[in-house]
């Protein structure tokens, strides 16, 4: 719009230099007229006029020449214009694209956000559970330095003694020959403790067989009979077969019914066979416990039961403990697959961890031997 008020003011300046030149061409044909009789005296006049008029003819061509440069000019910016116009077109197309895009990623990251806002508060659980192990363990860490410390004292002590009094040199080297005995004691039970998780494996191994021998036994004659009346006299047989094969491998004693009643074959149980792992491992912790440490914390074997009864109640108390009081870093609450025998495949596994873990601790404290037991 610009251009053409430009273009507009040119063709008036035009039209008025066209007046103006009228006007000039009638003044000198007036002065021509008048001044015939003195074109002598008027010649300098009329040079000046001509070459007034030759000015304003130059002025009026540089007038046109502009004015068709100015229109060449307008004529260009209207073309560049209309393809602004266009350009800017496909550009608003592209932007519209662009923000859909924009919409569909902003959708998508809010998800993913979502997604990553659980993670976190995964993470951050189990961070408060790392923190609140960091504790223990800084705690248990601080017990272990003070109890150094305090041999270190006793020792400081002893040798201050030994230097003052020579008389108590035969009483420490009793109490070294005492520390040598244990140590001798504990060794060998280490090395009986290794026969035992040895005949244990093996029995667990058989156990595992005939109890995979029964199952398949069990579902090819379920597969191979029609379910009649007859079936639940059959019940009573069952146990009795299930009573008998437990005997044949492990003794529960006084569980023995309980196991039978809920028909729970403890044998094919990874947990019950842990479990005798954890029993046997932690009577002689709890005698490095009393030799080490001041807090005594291991259980100790019951001589009034077998292993096998002792590992039962055991395992039955942990699955019970996790229902009662579900730890944060299982995540979830625990269920029971079968109730009082059998939890959810997650919760049995971190069971499985759990006294992993702890057996793992124990055998470590007590000596590199144990390592056989991971």
């Given at each position: 719009?610009?251009?053409?008020?430009?273009?507009?003011?040119?063709?008036?300046?035009?039209?008025?230099?066209?007046?103006?030149?009228?006007?000039?061409?009638?003044?000198?044909?007036?002065?021509?007229?008048?001044?015939?009789?003195?074109?002598?005296?008027?010649?300098?006049?009329?040079?000046?006029?001509?070459?007034?008029?030759?000015?304003?003819e130059q002025q009026r061509n540089n007038k046109i020449k502009q004015s068709h440069d100015r229109l060449r000019q307008t004529e260009r910016l209207i073309t560049r214009l209309?393809?602004?116009?266009?350009?800017?077109?496909?550009?608003?197309?592209?932007?519209?694209?662009?923000?859909?895009?924009?919409?569909?990623?902003?959708?998508?990251?809010?998800?993913?956000?979502?997604?990553?806002?659980?993670?976190?508060?995964?993470?951050?659980?189990?961070?408060?559970?790392?923190?609140?192990?960091?504790?223990?363990?800084?705690?248990?860490?601080?017990?272990?330095?003070?109890?150094?410390?305090?041999?270190?004292?006793?020792?400081?002590?002893?040798?201050?003694?030994?230097?003052?009094?020579?008389?108590?040199?035969?009483?420490?080297?009793?109490?070294?020959?005492?520390?040598?005995?244990?140590?001798?004691?504990?060794?060998?039970?280490?090395?009986?403790?290794?026969?035992?998780?040895?005949?244990?494996?093996?029995?667990?191994?058989?156990?595992?067989?005939?109890?995979?021998?029964?199952?398949?036994?069990?579902?090819?004659?379920?597969?191979?009979?029609?379910?009649?009346?007859?079936?639940?006299?059959?019940?009573?047989?069952?146990?009795?077969?299930?009573?008998?094969?437990?005997?044949?491998?492990?003794?529960?004693?006084?569980?023995?019914?309980?196991?039978?009643?809920?028909?729970?074959?403890?044998?094919?149980?990874?947990?019950?066979?842990?479990?005798?792992?954890?029993?046997?491992?932690?009577?002689?912790?709890?005698?490095?416990?009393?030799?080490?440490?001041?807090?005594?914390?291991?259980?100790?074997?019951?001589?009034?039961?077998?292993?096998?009864?002792?590992?039962?109640?055991?395992?039955?108390?942990?699955?019970?403990?996790?229902?009662?009081?579900?730890?944060?870093?299982?995540?979830?609450?625990?269920?029971?697959?079968?109730?009082?025998?059998?939890?959810?495949?997650?919760?049995?596994?971190?069971?499985?961890?759990?006294?992993?873990?702890?057996?793992?601790?124990?055998?470590?404290?007590?000596?590199?031997?144990?390592?056989?037991?991971?």
């Amino acid at each position: 719009m610009k251009l053409e008020a430009t273009a507009r003011d040119q063709a008036v300046d035009w039209h008025k230099l066209q007046a103006e030149i009228s006007a000039l061409r009638n003044e000198l044909a007036e002065v021509i007229r008048e001044k015939e009789a003195a074109n002598d005296a008027m010649r300098d006049d009329l040079a000046k006029t001509k070459a007034r008029l030759a000015r304003v003819e130059q002025q009026r061509n540089n007038k046109i020449k502009q004015s068709h440069d100015r229109l060449r000019q307008t004529e260009r910016l209207i073309t560049r214009l209309k393809r602004a116009e266009r350009e800017v077109a496909v550009k608003r197309s592209a932007l519209e694209r662009a923000q859909a895009d924009l919409d569909a990623l902003r959708r998508s990251q809010e998800q993913q956000n979502a997604v990553q806002s659980s993670k976190l508060e995964e993470a951050q659980a189990q961070a408060a559970d790392l923190a609140r192990a960091r504790d223990d363990l800084a705690k248990q860490v601080q017990s272990l330095t003070d109890s150094a410390d305090r041999l270190q004292s006793r020792a400081e002590s002893i040798e201050q003694t030994l230097k003052q009094r020579d008389e108590e040199l035969d009483e420490q080297r009793k109490l070294a020959e005492a520390v040598k005995r244990a140590q001798e004691e504990a060794d060998a039970r280490a090395e009986s403790l290794k026969r035992d998780m040895e005949t244990e494996q093996a029995r667990r191994r058989a156990a595992e067989q005939i109890v995979q021998q029964l199952q398949n036994d069990r579902e090819h004659q379920m597969s191979n009979r029609e379910p009649t009346a007859s079936t639940v006299s059959n019940s009573g047989e069952d146990g009795e077969r299930l009573a008998a094969h437990i005997r044949q491998h492990v003794d529960l004693g006084q569980y023995l019914e309980h196991a039978v009643a809920a028909g729970y074959d403890v044998t094919a149980d990874p947990l019950f066979l842990l479990m005798r792992r954890h029993v046997v491992v932690a009577d002689p912790y709890r005698d490095w416990q009393k030799l080490h440490i001041d807090r005594v914390t291991s259980r100790r074997r019951d001589p009034q039961q077998m292993l096998d009864e002792q590992a039962y109640a055991a395992v039955t108390t942990a699955r019970w403990k996790l229902v009662d009081l579900p730890h944060i870093r299982r995540g979830k609450k625990p269920t029971w697959r079968r109730p009082g025998i059998q939890l959810d495949d997650v919760s049995e596994k971190y069971l499985w961890t759990i006294i992993n873990e702890q057996i793992d601790e124990m055998t470590s404290r007590m000596g590199a031997f144990f390592e056989l037991y991971r």
